[in-house]
């Protein structure tokens, strides 16, 4: 006699519409939306492969060469979900907050920024939850391994080093074991710390101005909370306190994981200008705490989670409303229309396609999506930040060649202009996204290169 299958229970089935809800938000965006200018860059980054840029470790580089940028991506965001599905199963015991916790995480808009744009915080979030999950278990090879990888994506990792060495303070012990995970970490990422060394520590250097650098104050610090009630989700970052404070006290290593990259980002935003994306880590304990609790909370936590989602997704797809300055719109459309750059007689009629040198551009995110559109040689000039162009050797330009200088605004800096004996343009490009202007593209011709 055949036995009839059980039917999912009514919380086992919202925890699968939300997970399908969660894809396919990362699928849309994915196929809808244009390269993000970030991504841009480490993809040039995937084209000069090393142990270090000046921005960051090499992780997310290493990845987009071998999978592409937006599978990177997407594979990484799954996996996650997967991985908070069994840290969650092994600290309640019970297959059922594992549902509940990486339901909840499929629809965290961080957790979802993260499955479509391939960032560091990519492949971070990966390895901190797998890093997280094998801390819990104790296998320490297995940290090592994952906290080495986290280390390789982006160096706020070592805050996951911190909520153990808490936990272990807390708790009075420290499990032999933990050094051999502190060891393989720190063997993982010496080439790192050897990469910097050579080029006087600028990435160090540059992460520590970025982040406790700078002006901050109480406007900073409001910025980065308003941030975080954006990317955690309105009610998943007050639980996340609740849970970090009153949580179980078998449950300290995860509620100091959620605690600690707060605390420290929000010491960071009042030093400076901080970027709400920076905690994102924090939000995966979080996840699998609220799994935990009672389930209205759950339920309240997923839904305004997923409202943040499909807000700020169908305004990136289906624009309707209209702002004066559409930052996520602008960030996310009309890059492609910078192939226009690969033949530049379509801009210049008299130009010859065959004496274009270079195309340069004021900053890191505009010379990379030429690069990427367009298929052309690129730098960037001007008094823009720091960045992994200034590392990498300058394109030689054979006297008499050609370039270009795009921006969306300034003219070619001085020191640019005069290594030619002419400057001609600017030529406009606008582009458009559903009757929304998202950029005006100037461009200059600069004609026949000086002698050095």
């Known amino acids: 006699m055949a036995v009839p299958l059980s039917s999912p229970t009514p919380g086992l089935k919202l925890c699968l519409v939300l997970l399908g809800a969660g894809v396919a938000a990362r699928l849309a965006l994915a196929l809808g939306t244009d390269i993000y200018f970030d991504e841009a860059y480490y993809w040039q980054w995937s084209r000069h492969l090393d142990w270090g840029y000046y921005d960051h470790p090499p992780l997310i580089a290493w990845l987009i060469a071998a999978l592409g940028i937006r599978p990177v991506a997407l594979l990484c965001g799954l996996g996650t979900v997967a991985a908070v599905w069994g840290l969650a199963r092994d600290v309640h015991g019970s297959r059922e907050a594992a549902w509940r916790a990486a339901a909840l995480w499929s629809v965290v808009p961080a957790a979802v920024l993260c499955g479509v744009w391939a960032l560091p915080d990519t492949p971070l979030l990966l390895f901190w939850t797998l890093a997280l999950w094998a801390l819990w278990r104790e296998k320490w090879v297995l940290a090592g391994l994952a906290s080495g990888l986290a280390l390789l994506s982006k160096y706020p990792a070592v805050l996951l080093a911190l909520a153990f060495l808490a936990t272990a303070v807390r708790m009075r012990r420290l499990p032999k074991g933990a050094w051999l995970t502190a060891l393989l970490g720190v063997l993982l990422f010496l080439p790192v710390v050897v990469w910097n060394a050579q080029r006087e520590w600028v990435g160090f250097a540059f992460q520590l101005k970025h982040g406790l ?15 975080q009630l954006a990317l955690g989700g309105p009610v998943l970052l007050p639980l996340a306190l609740v849970y970090a404070v009153r949580g179980p006290r078998e449950q300290f290593l995860l509620r100091a994981a959620a605690v600690v990259p707060l605390l420290f980002f929000g010491y960071a935003a009042v030093r400076t200008r901080g970027e709400a994306n920076w905690p994102a880590a924090a939000y995966v304990a979080a996840c699998v705490g609220v799994a935990g609790m009672r389930p209205a909370w759950f339920r ?18 289906f624009p309707l409303l209209r702002f004066e300055r559409d930052v996520p719109l602008s960030r996310t459309h009309g890059w492609s229309a910078l192939s ?34 367009a298929g052309v040689v690129v730098d960037t000039e001007g008094p823009g930040r720091m960045s992994q162009y200034d590392l990498w050797p300058k394109p030689i330009i054979i006297p008499g060649m050609d370039a270009l200088w795009f921006s969306e605004g300034p003219p070619p800096p001085e020191e640019l202009a005069w290594r030619f004996k002419d400057v001609e343009g600017p030529v406009e490009l606008p582009v458009d996204f559903r009757g929304r202007r998202v950029h005006t593209f100037r461009i200059w011709r600069l004609r026949d290169a000086l002698s050095e």
């Open 300 to 317: 309240a936590a997923a839904f305004s989670g997923l409202a943040v989602v499909l807000a700020v997704g169908s305004h990136l797809l």
């Open 340 to 373: 226009a750059l690969a033949d530049p007689q379509r801009l210049f009629p008299t130009f010859d396609s065959r004496d274009l040198a270079i195309v340069y551009a004021p900053n890191y995110q505009l010379a990379s999506q030429a690069a990427r559109y």
């Open 213 to 227: 650098g700078g002006t901050g104050g109480l406007k900073s610090l409001g910025e980065f909370l308003g941030g």
